[in-house]
């Protein structure tokens, strides 16, 4: 029977074409409009590392002063100072973990055709690549040794490699950053999670890959100028000793544990360090140490910001209102088949096979409309894009939101077909087989 | 006017007409609240910056890869000043901290007494050493500009410590002397910065911060008459004469390189660029509004049109009897719009609750402001008049039934 | 009261004219009732269309209660309905979302009456019916009979000259039937003229006169003195 009333579906249709174009074009934008906003909420907020996302967690301390707080106010900083960095780097505390932070610097090729630019990167501990599962293409990761010795050793990015060797493999070869000769230990191969999840404080959260990594200790040698957001909130001295001796944030940090359970004994030592801290008159504040996984550091940093959200309570406004108004021009599609309905009916078919064929036209128009309603959320995508780089990167479907489209068009169709299709059963034979 | 009848016979056929009103009030609610928020993000688009001329502005971080102690690249800091300075259609060149609307700068805490626990307001800062009421063409309301003495060149080794003299935008000054004249008034800086207080010595009638957010800490700024040497780079602000900012653009990149022994990183960036990137997601957001509202508008239309023509085409034969019965073709255009604004009417009612409910989740939730009421009254009229015209057409359709209908058995 | 002089209606389509009458004569005096018989396809509706002013007619005269009805322009002509007839439908033709009050309002209301005059005549009319009880029922709880009473109702309310009935009992049993041909008599007698289209020829044997239409034109003029008295027949 489905077949058949498959194929009934198809052929109504084609018989009103005004009212069928008029429903499935409304059908199709409503769906359009919320799939391209949940769309960009999707890539926005979607868990970027799903194997690990809840092994990951950014530790979150209260480093200021008492001037100007109240027991309460919510934690103003969301970066770590220099002093906590170093002593959470030595604790050795979770699986694997790195401190990082942005910088940038004059970049001068080895090509003699290419002049210096400035150029943007990272400056991680060697445990970030094997934590984030940053892939390789040529080489690997600097050693531990050379985190040590804050050696002069440099991971490239792909997109930055290739423009400054071209295709051959320059792990060994030279690049001059910063002014100092840099030794190529690898190559990564193109990756860039949007948003930047591990990075999500200074900036660039959806903008271009980093084109460089050099170990944390090598950064601060070079003294390093931070890339990012700083918040100084007590005396800091002049020069770059002074802002690594001061409370001013500017560093951000991963743990990774071995399992989720593991959180639990993370965040006790955590407390534990700032008791320390606190008695050492460090830390002036009682605030709690906090601690977040991926997902819970994305929420809290506001990556999905109000417009984002706006949008998309917006989509579904309309999409609602693109549903009642479907629900109006069903029932006018099924009024006027009273006839047929009452013809069927005395031929033997029950109020349930009626509410069934008619269901199954509605769950057909549904399927027009998704097709329509997904080549609308691609142009809409598109025109979505065109606001910049950082935003049609986030403007992509994925197999997810495609089945959506579908999914949404047909559950929508079928929820504005209940009440005409119900409507279409209680049709009584007799009285339409009487008038002609 | 029949409307007692009409009214009864609706609510004997409630299923249509709610359709119907549920569309008007859906529409008017979000339609109400959509233009509410594209309305304020103009105005916040619009907001200047403070720049006089920004299609005139650009600015330049020059970095110079040598090896050069602070003193020489203050010297060659200079240098490059007057270049620029020598350029042909350039008004006026100055050093600076950072841009308005760039996104990329510092904020500073001000207190009105050192030893107060909370800051009064906190700033986005501007050094220079050059004057920035010039080059950036700030409008002074009070006081005056630095004096040459004033402007200093400090060593970024040293302690910061506060300047002697500072200018703030009127939004600063009102905010911390609300209703005094700022003139002669003193600030401290926050708890990193040590030293006497500064005397404010003029008041400039507005200069965005760089990050210029929807709150009105976007106009509070300080301008401090100091310019902190000791990076490989400087920013140099330069106003040309109106309609040159290209060409001087390209001829400024060109001095600049020639002038230089060793390499050179320069990038550039125009306050208009600035502006773009700035705004760039509320104009998105603002497009987006604008484009759902319409659709929802034509949506809303094509209801009202179908539903009424359906119930035309439903009712021939009452129609046809009414005419048989004596009723005129305008009695029957006035049935059908009578009908329609009834039901419209209530779409209208319902919508202007949903509204409000709706603005009321946006406050909540979202942070959105308060809905005006002029809105929805707005709103109500809108749809009020749609309601009208879109009925007309099936109402008119309506008017050339025949009362022959009445006798014909079908 | 009706006067037909020559009078001819034509349907034209694409391709084909059809003559619904030619040549038509009728004469119908105050007070009388008229049936109108004839096979279908006769034109008997055509006619009832023009006699009641809902079609206009291709050539020839109607005069109505003195009015020339030829060149009058819609209004006029809804107004020269609303004032000067009633209609009573075979298929009833109330209007189902409305209470049997309103159905009787509906002409009133075009009539342009104040609301207590107007409620005046539809309780006149109605008790005149026998159905002033269920004045606030609506239809569907009627049965074929009551609703047609209800329609003559709504007919009568405004005070017609003339009665225009189109198969009025087509539609009803033969008791129904029976009680809606005493009614339409008693408002004949009370002296409104009553003209009637059926195809039933046992109720044209109860009236003043009958009129035969063949192909568009009256056929048999078959005059017939007033009963004197009508037993009913019994079943």
């Known amino acids: ?436 | ?410 | 009261m009706l006067r037909m002089t020559n009078l001819s209606k034509v349907y034209r389509t694409h391709m084909i004219e059809t003559h619904a009458l030619r040549g038509f004569e009728i004469d119908v005096r105050e007070g009388e009732f008229v049936t109108v018989t004839g096979p279908s396809g006769s034109g008997k509706t055509s006619f009832l269309n023009i006699a009641g002013l809902l079609e206009e007619f291709t050539a020839g005269d109607y005069i109505l209660d003195g009015v020339n009805v030829k060149g009058l322009d819609d209004n006029a002509r809804s107004r020269l309905r609303n004032e000067k007839l009633g209609f009573i439908f075979q298929g009833f033709n109330l209007i189902p979302d409305l209470s049997l009050f309103d159905n009787v309002d509906v002409p009133l209301r075009y009539r342009g009456f104040n609301a207590s005059e107007r409620k005046r005549r539809i309780d006149d009319a109605l008790t005149k019916v026998g159905l002033a009880s269920r004045m606030k029922h609506y239809p569907a709880e009627l049965s074929g009979g009551q609703q047609q009473r209800v329609a003559i109702a709504r007919a009568l309310a405004g005070s017609p000259k003339l009665l225009l009935a189109d198969e009025p009992t087509g539609n009803l049993d033969t008791q129904m039937a029976r009680g809606v041909m005493e009614l339409l008599e008693e408002i004949n007698a009370a002296g409104t003229t009553i003209l009637m289209v059926t195809h039933d020829p046992e109720l044209a044997v109860r009236t003043t006169r009958n009129v035969h239409i063949i192909d568009g034109q009256v056929s048999d003029l078959v005059r017939k003195t007033p009963s004197l008295a009508q037993t009913p027949v019994t079943a």
């Open chain 2, 1 to 410: 006017m029949e409307i007692r009848p009409i009214l009864s016979a609706l609510l004997r056929n409630k299923t249509g007409p709610l359709l119907v009103a549920l569309q008007v009030a859906l529409s008017l609610a979000i339609l109400a609240n959509a233009v509410y928020i594209v309305n304020e993000r103009r105005a916040v688009i619009a907001r200047p910056s403070g720049i006089a001329d920004e299609h005139a502005t650009f600015y330049i971080t020059a970095r110079n890869l040598n090896s050069d102690g602070p003193e020489q690249r203050l010297a060659t800091f200079k240098r490059e000043a007057e270049l620029l300075r020598a350029v042909q259609g350039v008004a006026s060149v100055a050093n600076v901290s950072q841009m308005p609307l760039s996104r990329s700068g510092w904020n500073t805490s001000i207190l009105l007494d050192q030893r107060q626990q909370r800051e009064n307001a906190s700033a986005s800062m501007y050094l220079s050493s050059d004057s920035l009421v010039s080059t950036f063409g700030l409008r002074l309301v009070e006081g005056r500009d630095f004096l040459p003495q004033e402007l200093v060149d400090l060593d970024e080794k040293t302690q910061d410590r506060a300047p002697d003299q500072v200018i703030l935008t009127k939004a600063l000054a009102d905010k911390l002397w609300p209703g005094a004249s700022a003139i002669g008034k003193s600030i401290y800086f926050g708890r990193s910065v040590e030293g006497m207080s500064s005397r404010v010595v003029g008041v400039v009638e507005r200069l965005q911060s760089q990050s210029a957010p929807i709150e009105e800490k976007a106009e509070w700024s300080v301008i401090i008459p100091a310019r902190r040497y000791g990076d490989t780079a400087a920013m140099y602000a330069i106003r040309t004469e109106p309609g040159q900012r290209d060409r001087v653009m390209k001829e400024a990149e060109s001095a600049l390189r020639k002038s230089s022994a060793t390499p050179m990183i320069l990038e550039m960036r125009t306050v208009d660029q600035d502006r773009q990137t700035r705004y760039r997601s509320d104009v998105a957001l603002q497009w987006m509004l604008v484009t759902v509202s319409l659709l929802m508008l034509l949506i809303t239309c094509s209801g009202i049109v179908g539903m009424a023509s359906l119930w035309v085409t439903q009712r021939r034969k009452q129609i046809g009897v009414r005419r048989a019965l004596g009723a005129r073709r305008i009695d029957i255009l006035r049935y059908f719009i009578t009908e329609n604004v009834m039901i419209t009417s209530a779409g209208v009612f319902g919508g202007v609750a949903l509204g409000l409910a709706l603005n009321q989740l946006l406050v909540s939730k979202l942070e959105m402001a308060r809905l005006p009421a002029g809105y929805l009254v707005g709103g109500a009229l809108l749809f009020w008049l749609i309601g009208v015209i879109a009925a007309y057409g099936p109402a008119w359709k309506a008017t050339s039934i025949s009362p022959a209908t009445a006798t014909r058995s079908v």
């Open chain 1, 1 to 436: 029977m489905f077949g058949y009333y498959f194929k009934l579906g198809l052929r109504s249709l084609r018989r009103n074409p005004l009212l069928t174009a008029l429903m499935v074009l409304t059908l199709a934008v409503g769906v359009a409009a919320s799939v391209s906003t949940l769309t960009i909420l999707h890539m926005m907020s979607g868990d970027p590392i799903p194997e690990k996302s809840n092994r990951l967690l950014v530790p979150r301390f209260d480093n200021g002063p008492l001037d100007g707080w109240a027991p309460g106010d919510e934690p103003s900083d969301v970066q770590m100072s220099y002093p906590d960095v170093a002593n959470l780097l030595k604790s050795g505390q979770g699986e694997r973990r790195t401190a990082l932070f942005g910088i940038a610097g004059p970049l001068e090729p080895p090509r003699k055709d290419m002049p210096a630019f400035i150029s943007s990167g990272m400056a991680p501990t060697r445990d970030f690549f094997a934590m984030f599962d940053v892939p390789f293409l040529h080489g690997q990761a600097w050693t531990e040794a050379d985190d040590a010795r804050a050696a002069d050793v440099v991971v490239l990015g792909r997109a930055m490699a290739e423009q400054l060797f071209g295709d051959a493999d320059p792990v060994g070869k030279q690049v001059r950053l910063m002014g100092s000769p840099f030794t190529v230990a690898g190559v990564i191969d193109h990756w860039n999670p949007r948003p930047r999840y591990y990075k999500l404080v200074g900036g660039n959260t959806f903008g271009d890959a980093d084109d460089f990594f050099i170990p944390f200790a090598t950064a601060i040698r070079h003294e390093a100028d931070n890339n990012g957001g700083m918040n100084c909130s007590s005396k800091r001295e002049p020069g770059y000793a002074g802002l690594l001796a001061s409370e001013c944030t500017w560093l951000q940090f991963w743990f990774e544990t071995r399992s989720a359970t593991d959180r639990r004994d993370l965040q006790a030592w955590l407390d534990n360090y700032a008791g320390e801290q606190r008695k050492l008159g460090r830390f002036k504040r009682n605030v709690p140490a906090r601690l977040y996984d991926v997902m819970e550091w994305m929420e809290e940093l506001k990556i999905v910001d109000n417009d984002n959200k706006l949008s998309v309570w917006l989509a579904f406004g309309f999409l609602t209102l693109c549903l009642v108004n479907t629900i109006g021009l069903l029932l006018a599609k099924f009024s006027v088949r009273a006839s047929e309905i009452g013809v069927r009916r005395a031929l033997g078919a029950s109020r349930r096979e009626i509410f069934r064929q008619f269901l199954i036209e509605t769950g057909v128009v549904g399927l027009a409309g998704g097709v329509l309603g997904l080549v609308l959320s691609f142009g809409a995508l598109a025109l979505i894009g065109m606001q910049g780089k950082e935003v049609a990167a986030m403007a992509r479907m994925d197999w997810q939101m495609l089945t959506m489209t579908f999914v949404l068009s047909v559950a929508a169709a079928v929820l504005a077909g209940l009440l005409p299709t119900w409507r279409a059963c209680q049709v009584t034979p007799a009285i339409q087989l009487k008038s002609q």
